[in-house]
Nanobody, 119 residues
Framework: QVQLVESGGGLVQAGGSLRLSCAASRSLFRFNVMAWYRQAPGKEREVVAGIFSTGTTNYADSVKGRFTISRDNAKNTVYLQMNSLKPEDTGVYYC?????????????WGQGTQVTVSS
């Protein structure tokens, strides 16, 4: 099992920026995909951005052009750069890692970091 530790959340005004970090206890090369999810109060958890082992990235439509996911394999860390933040970006952001082992999906989650965007 891998440990995922998020950091970088906080309170920011609309239009501001934050960078989230997710430090993994094991090499990122072990995972097929790493991603960021978020959960707003009263809403379901949703995927924000993902990065595959190939380097391919995907983004939710609501964050395209504003958020950037990246990885530093040497530091076993995945980042989420968030620019032009909006109040609707408020929520708890979770780091997610997944790998396929013998045909089964193995998933791990971080504990989450709070992001609050004030209007």
């Amino acid at each position: 099992q891998v440990q995922l530790v998020e950091s970088g959340g906080g309170l920011v005004q609309a239009g501001g920026s934050l960078r989230l970090s997710c430090a993994a206890s094991r090499s990122l090369f072990r995972f097929n995909v790493m991603a960021w999810y978020r959960q707003a109060p009263g809403k379901e958890r949703e995927v924000v951005a993902g990065i595959f082992s190939t380097g391919t990235t995907n983004y939710a439509d609501s964050v395209k052009g504003r958020f950037t996911i990246s990885r530093d394999n040497a530091k076993n860390t995945v980042y989420l750069q968030m620019n032009s933040l909006k109040p609707e970006d408020t929520g708890v952001y979770y780091c997610y890692a997944a790998k396929i082992v013998l045909g089964s999906l193995r998933e791990d989650w971080g504990q989450g970091t709070q992001v609050t965007v004030s209007s």
